[in-house]
């Protein structure tokens, strides 16, 4: 029955024969197979892959045109077999896409080793190149191709160089790798093993390779040291182009290397004696030299005493007269100048510096030619609340305060008299060199009326009468130029109460008057007619009689006065 069965079968028999024949074929598909090659046909090599099937491969893809030259009847090759079957019963199978897969897996252990990988530059796309890394495509962006930006990468392509992988993406076929990588690590190598070689302290000779604001950069033979600006020379360098050009040999001194950072400091100042040594020696406290102005700053200015040694002259130390102003303003860049050193700090490299202090200080001048006593004129600069600014020689002050305009009116009232710009006369009343004060008095010119025993209890003056009040009179006496104010008041106008009437006066009037009182601390006079008739009667009386002889008051008064206007 089995024979039956075998020499006339089912088509469910039929089936499973095919599957036990075929099976296992899906798998295989996507997969790099071993094939034999059974001939060789004009271009093609055809390849049994054991699938009761065989396939057709370009021979250019086992090594070009002349592939008959490498394959043969009967060799085995690895092809990748993309389907068992197309429409014409072929295999479809391709060793490209083997060598690729081939590649892949072994760049893959590559990868994870973190290794590098031989490759060729084979093109150029969009933002970078096309690298061949034995069948597979890599891509390798423009700045990833060396330490530096390449101008012409036609030498590199082409030529079988190491590359490191830094991207693998098998599913969308994505591989990215860098040259410039391996140059760097090369280079750490490298500069590694030169920074071993230095010390701190060595002299060698470099060439310059770059300038900057802050330095150069010095190939000390396959490794850079930077020289900075301030190490270039002792003397105040702007820029480093005014010492170095690029392609310059220097003679350079190591000064520090970092171990971590492999950073070198270099110098060439340090080559030469330093011009610090024995400053306090070569610029005394109190000595003049000259300099030149090398820098100005808002604070001051720096002064160039030799090559490599400045001192700072400040603001505050510039000039006598002129305050609160720029640097600018009194010297400018490059100006030989004169100037006292006033301090030294060799350890911090410093030089305090004056200006000033070279020209004769103008308060030494003005009280030389103007003694304290003396008189002087000028012009009105200021009136403040606390005074007048006047305007004296060179470009100096002096203040007359609120006390010393007038001896007699209140300082607000007597600062009013005077208009900024008029020209005045003032005493010189005192001179502070140290604080650089002139003190001015005007009301001094005319002397002080309260001095002396210019006006003494008893003495009896003629005033003129200046304002007139309820309570009182306000008059005036004294000299001109220096007068005295007073102020009677209403009980002491007249020894008979119906003469006290303040409204009996007019402005102008003159009037006699005793001083009953002298307060020189409070510059006060007190003046009363009163007073005065009392003691014209008490004289009279002792010269012409009293009431008790019989002579009445009307006859000794009438005598007194007319004795009185006899002698006038």
Known sequence: ?????????????????????????????????????????????????????????????????????????????????????????????????????????????????????????????????????????????????????????????????????????????????????????????????????????????????????????????????????????????????QVLAVGDTVKVQIVKINPETQRI???????????????????????????????????????????????????????????????????????????????????????????????QNPWDSFLEAHPIGSTVEGEVKNATEFGLFIGLDNDIDGMVHLSDLDWTAPGEEAIARYQKGEMVKAKVLDVDVEKERISLGIKQLAGDPMQGDSYRKGQTVTCTVTEITSGGIEVKFGEDEAPMTAFIRKSDLSRDRADQRPERFAVGDRVDAMISNVDKAARRVSLSVKALEMAEEKVAIEQFGSSDSGASLGDILGAALREKAQKE
């Open 265 to 359: 400091s270099l110098g060439m100042k340090q080559l030469q004696s330093d011009p610090w040594d024995g400053v306090e020696a070569k610029y005394p406290v109190g000595a003049k030299f000259k300099g030149r102005i090398t820098n100005i700053t808002d604070y001051g200015a720096f002064v160039e005493l030799e090559p490599g040694v400045e001192g700072l002259v400040h603001v505050s130390e510039m000039s006598w007269t002129k305050k609160n102003v720029h640097p600018g303003k009194i010297v400018s860049t490059s100006q030989e100048v004169e100037v006292v050193v006033l301090d030294v700090d060799a350890s911090k490299r410093r030089i305090s510096l004056g200006l000033k202090q070279a020209m």
């Open 1 to 241: 029955m089995a024979d039956d069965l075998s020499l006339n079968p089912s088509r469910d028999d039929f089936a499973a024969l095919l599957d036990e024949s075929l099976g296992g074929r899906d798998l295989m598909e996507g997969q790099v197979v071993h094939g034999k090659v059974v001939a060789i046909e004009k271009d093609f090599a055809i390849i049994d892959v054991g699938l009761k099937t065989e396939g057709r491969v370009p021979l250019k893809e086992f090594g070009g045109e002349d592939g008959k030259a490498v394959l043969k009847p009967g060799d085995t090759v690895e092809v990748f077999l993309e389907r068992v079957e197309n429409a014409l019963g072929e295999a479809v199978i391709s060793r490209e896409k083997a060598r690729r897969e081939e590649a892949w897996t072994r760049l893959e252990a590559v990868y994870e080793k973190n290794e590098p990988v031989m490759g060729v530059i084979v093109g150029r796309v969009k933002g970078g190149f096309t690298v061949d890394l034995g069948g597979a495509s890599a891509f390798l962006p423009g700045s990833q191709v060396d330490i530096r930006p390449v101008r012409d990468v036609g030498p590199l392509m082409g030529r079988e160089q190491p590359f490191a992988i830094l991207k693998m993406d098998r599913p969308r076929g994505n591989i990215v790798v860098s040259r410039r990588a391996i140059l760097e690590e090369a280079r750490a190598e490298q500069r590694t093993e030169l920074v071993s070689q230095l010390q701190e302290g060595e002299v060698r000779e470099g060439v310059v390779k770059n300038i900057t604001d802050y330095g150069a950069f010095v190939d000390l033979g396959g490794i850079d040291g930077l020289l900075h600006v301030t190490d270039m020379s002792w003397k105040r360098v702007s820029h480093p182009s």
